[in-house]
């Protein structure tokens, strides 16, 4: 039984007025616990609406969200430990955070679920540690911080309930290579210390091939594409149909084999295309 799953899901923005628009269309989906898998797209093809039904911020007009083979829009689902289970990472870190302290806003979300005390206390302290947030910004307000310093405190706020399904929306968005680095590696690590489900939406074709094990391509509120990042980055003509390009790593690789290098396989990262690099010069 896979742990999330969707079907046939409808999403209709503005619904019945000028502005309507049917931004996802027939969604079926499943995801397995343990899978990291990316989301891709153009901007407006449903990347962020789809991953809002996720845990029941957004409710689709038609079709089922099971969680655990549980329909969450039954009536006596118990939305508030869905949100605990299920933890979204928004894009703008501004739109997660709303305390008046770092300490009180990742309290937040563990106090709603019924920690208190020492508690409540030991799990917000070991997220903020966990993310590298130091203490002498406890007591700060979180919008006195820098871009970097939000993004990991809204990250703190999440983790900090143990979500067994972390969704990031642009996790690294505006962040320079350092620190994006920086966030991914933590993610990573988080993934792994608590086998997390991972699921990023991106415009970074660098990191979904990365950073995940799967894809998903979104066009026009449809899934296009489902498959591991190296079938879809290699498929060619149909990414740039869908508006989309393989990783830059990929890319060069394909300039050189027109150049006349031997190089073998399929590598889609910076680290992959290294080496086979190297193994094509020295075998030449």
Request: charged share 30%; net charge negative; glycine share 8%.
């Given at each position: 039984m896979a742990l999330l799953e969707l079907e046939n899901v409808n999403y209709i923005y503005a619904k019945?007025?000028?502005?309507?628009?049917?931004?996802l269309k027939n969604i079926c989906l499943k995801i397995e616990a343990g899978e990291a898998i990316g989301v891709i797209g153009r901007t407006g093809s449903g990347k962020s609406t789809l991953v809002q039904h996720f845990n029941g911020l957004l409710k689709a007009d038609s079709g089922k969200v099971l969680f655990d083979g549980e329909d969450?829009?039954?009536k006596d689902f118990n939305m508030r430990r869905l949100r605990g289970r299920v933890g979204l990472v928004f894009q703008y870190p501004e739109h997660q955070l709303f305390e008046t302290t770092v300490f009180k806003d990742v309290c937040f979300g563990p106090a709603n679920q019924g920690l208190k005390d020492e508690e409540l206390k030991e799990a917000a302290m070991e997220a903020l540690r966990l993310v590298g947030i130091d203490e002498k910004y406890y007591e700060e307000s979180p919008f006195d911080l820098s871009g970097g310093q939000k993004r990991r405190v809204a990250l703190a706020g999440v983790i900090a309930m143990?979500?067994?399904?972390?969704v990031l929306d642009e996790p690294c968005a505006g962040l320079d290579p350092l620190g994006r680095k920086e966030m991914f590696s933590l993610i990573m690590r988080l993934r792994r210390e608590r086998n997390i489900t991972m699921i990023l939406v991106s415009h970074s074709m660098e990191d979904v091939a990365e950073?995940?094990?799967?894809?998903?391509?979104?066009?026009?509120?449809?899934?296009?594409m489902d498959s591991t990042p190296e079938k879809i980055f290699t498929s060619g003509k149909d990414l740039k149909s869908l508006g989309l390009a393989a990783p830059v790593s990929f890319e060069v690789i394909e300039r050189l084999r027109e150049l006349?290098?031997?190089?073998?396989?399929?590598?889609?990262?910076p680290k992959e295309a290294a080496d086979a690099i190297l193994k094509g010069i020295y075998n030449d």
């Amino acid at each position: 039984m896979a742990l999330l799953e969707l079907e046939n899901v409808n999403y209709i923005y503005a619904k019945n007025t000028a502005y309507e628009k049917h931004v996802l269309k027939n969604i079926c989906l499943k995801i397995e616990a343990g899978e990291a898998i990316g989301v891709i797209g153009r901007t407006g093809s449903g990347k962020s609406t789809l991953v809002q039904h996720f845990n029941g911020l957004l409710k689709a007009d038609s079709g089922k969200v099971l969680f655990d083979g549980e329909d969450i829009y039954q009536k006596d689902f118990n939305m508030r430990r869905l949100r605990g289970r299920v933890g979204l990472v928004f894009q703008y870190p501004e739109h997660q955070l709303f305390e008046t302290t770092v300490f009180k806003d990742v309290c937040f979300g563990p106090a709603n679920q019924g920690l208190k005390d020492e508690e409540l206390k030991e799990a917000a302290m070991e997220a903020l540690r966990l993310v590298g947030i130091d203490e002498k910004y406890y007591e700060e307000s979180p919008f006195d911080l820098s871009g970097g310093q939000k993004r990991r405190v809204a990250l703190a706020g999440v983790i900090a309930m143990r979500p067994e399904v972390l969704v990031l929306d642009e996790p690294c968005a505006g962040l320079d290579p350092l620190g994006r680095k920086e966030m991914f590696s933590l993610i990573m690590r988080l993934r792994r210390e608590r086998n997390i489900t991972m699921i990023l939406v991106s415009h970074s074709m660098e990191d979904v091939a990365e950073y995940t094990q799967r894809l998903i391509v979104m066009k026009n509120g449809e899934i296009a594409m489902d498959s591991t990042p190296e079938k879809i980055f290699t498929s060619g003509k149909d990414l740039k149909s869908l508006g989309l390009a393989a990783p830059v790593s990929f890319e060069v690789i394909e300039r050189l084999r027109e150049l006349g290098f031997n190089i073998e396989g399929n590598p889609i990262t910076p680290k992959e295309a290294a080496d086979a690099i190297l193994k094509g010069i020295y075998n030449d």
